[in-house]
């Protein structure tokens, strides 16, 4: 049986007890990680097909591919095949092949890695190009969305996506400077802007650095990570066999709200006028939630793993054929 080996990357796969339970693979099971990262989620799992199953990951960013050739010779003889492109394109191409799976994992947002490799831009502790994009060959990075986005479609971004109680002030300092010719190229760059918009130069505040939420809500909006998740959960749980699980771990509550509306909608309900004797709107089940409400990770996980601390884990059986919710007499089933 492989057992994960002691020079196993840094990289601490969050909520690993849960996850291996919620999973429930057995040896010849067939896994899709959707986020594959450092590979952390991927050990873990693979522990648990014993050399025996398939194991495909997914990840935009071209730095996983190495470490998943990595993963790879180390789980052999399991079979394994890493495909690099958004996770909602490979679901799709895997549909099309007609894979299907036991079981389907999101780690969504971004790795330690990501966040620990200064050059890629993505923390405000550390001055670099500003770029935050998880796969550096596609679209364009936070410079650019910077220097072109007018006024209100960067408040709208500091808005919802790092829910920025200063948007608009901050939002309006970045457009003067770059009227004034001085482009926003650096991440030092934009944490010298965020304070000056923000009242005592940010000092005052609480909740953490000034600039983590403006930081958050372009790496967010720079990598569509929204848009992604919506694109990805209907076509993740498509990929899964009847009884097939599906979990996700989201990491701010913008992509938890997402995940939870999802899964209720899955979970269908009846939508008959109140007092109809028996149910005629034949609303259906499509997946059953084995998680109650959010799962958090324990505080001991969180003493180990501060960046832990916002992860919320939600999973789901998939209901293949889809279930009546009421049967024709009102009854839940
Ligand atoms: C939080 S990390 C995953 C960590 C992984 N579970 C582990 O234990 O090592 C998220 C990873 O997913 C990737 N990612 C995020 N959004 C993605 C998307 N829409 N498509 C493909 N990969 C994505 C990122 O590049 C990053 O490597």
Same mark, same amino acid.
């Given at each position: 049986m492989y057992t994960m080996l002691p020079d196993s990357p840094p990289h601490l796969p969050v909520m690993p007890v849960e996850v291996r339970e919620l999973a429930a693979l057995e040896p010849g099971s067939i896994v899709i990680d959707g986020t594959f990262g450092a590979g952390g989620h991927a050990r873990l799992l693979a522990a648990g097909l014993a050399g025996d199953g398939t194991y495909i990951g997914i990840d935009r960013d071209p730095s996983a591919e190495a470490r998943f050739r990595d993963f790879a010779e180390e789980v052999a003889p399991l079979a394994t095949r890493f495909l690099r492109m958004p996770f909602p394109d490979a679901f799709s191409l895997l549909l099309e092949e007609g894979v299907s799976a036991d079981a389907v994992i999101l780690d969504v947002g971004v790795s330690s890695m990501q966040l620990d490799e200064p050059e890629r831009g993505f923390a405000y502790a550390h001055d670099a190009p500003l770029d935050m994009r998880m796969d550096p060959?596609?679209?364009? $990075? /936070?410079? =650019? !969305?910077?220097?072109? %986005?007018?006024?209100?479609?960067?408040?709208?971004?500091?808005?919802?996506?790092?829910? =920025? +109680?200063? /948007?608009?002030?901050?939002?309006?300092?970045?457009?003067?400077?770059?009227? #004034?010719? #001085?482009?926003?190229?650096?991440? %030092? #760059? &934009?944490?010298? *802007?965020?304070?000056? @918009? &923000?009242?005592?130069?940010?000092?005052?505040? +609480?909740?953490?650095?000034?600039?983590?939420?403006?930081?958050?809500?372009?790496?967010? @909006? *720079?990598?569509?990570e929204l848009g992604m998740l919506d694109r990805g959960l209907d076509l993740a749980l498509e990929l899964l066999k009847p009884d097939g699980r599906l979990v996700v771990m989201a990491f701010q509550s913008? =992509?938890?709200?997402?995940? +939870?509306?999802?899964?209720?909608?899955?979970? $269908?309900?009846?939508?008959?006028?109140?007092? !109809?004797?028996?149910?005629?709107? $034949?609303? !259906?089940?499509?997946?059953?939630? &084995?998680?109650?409400?959010?799962? +958090?990770?324990?505080?001991?996980?969180?003493?180990e793993n501060p960046r832990s601390a916002s992860t919320r884990l939600r999973a789901v059986r998939r209901i293949e054929p889809p279930r009546l919710v009421r049967d024709e007499y009102g009854a839940a089933l």
């Amino acid at each position: 049986m492989y057992t994960m080996l002691p020079d196993s990357p840094p990289h601490l796969p969050v909520m690993p007890v849960e996850v291996r339970e919620l999973a429930a693979l057995e040896p010849g099971s067939i896994v899709i990680d959707g986020t594959f990262g450092a590979g952390g989620h991927a050990r873990l799992l693979a522990a648990g097909l014993a050399g025996d199953g398939t194991y495909i990951g997914i990840d935009r960013d071209p730095s996983a591919e190495a470490r998943f050739r990595d993963f790879a010779e180390e789980v052999a003889p399991l079979a394994t095949r890493f495909l690099r492109m958004p996770f909602p394109d490979a679901f799709s191409l895997l549909l099309e092949e007609g894979v299907s799976a036991d079981a389907v994992i999101l780690d969504v947002g971004v790795s330690s890695m990501q966040l620990d490799e200064p050059e890629r831009g993505f923390a405000y502790a550390h001055d670099a190009p500003l770029d935050m994009r998880m796969d550096p060959s596609s679209g364009a $990075g /936070a410079a =650019e !969305l910077l220097a072109t %986005a007018d006024l209100n479609e960067l408040t709208r971004i500091l808005r919802e996506y790092g829910e =920025e +109680k200063f /948007a608009r002030p901050i939002a309006k300092a970045i457009v003067r400077r770059r009227e #004034d010719g #001085d482009p926003i190229t650096h991440t %030092a #760059d &934009l944490v010298e *802007v965020i304070r000056s @918009a &923000l009242p005592g130069g940010g000092r005052v505040l +609480k909740g953490g650095h000034p600039a983590k939420r403006t930081f958050q809500a372009l790496r967010v @909006a *720079v990598n569509d990570e929204l848009g992604m998740l919506d694109r990805g959960l209907d076509l993740a749980l498509e990929l899964l066999k009847p009884d097939g699980r599906l979990v996700v771990m989201a990491f701010q509550s913008l =992509e938890d709200r997402i995940v +939870k509306r999802r899964i209720e909608a899955w979970s $269908g309900s009846c939508t008959c006028p109140p007092g !109809l004797p028996v149910c005629r709107c $034949g609303a !259906l089940t499509h997946a059953a939630s &084995l998680t109650r409400g959010a799962q +958090k990770p324990t505080a001991a996980e969180v003493a180990e793993n501060p960046r832990s601390a916002s992860t919320r884990l939600r999973a789901v059986r998939r209901i293949e054929p889809p279930r009546l919710v009421r049967d024709e007499y009102g009854a839940a089933l």
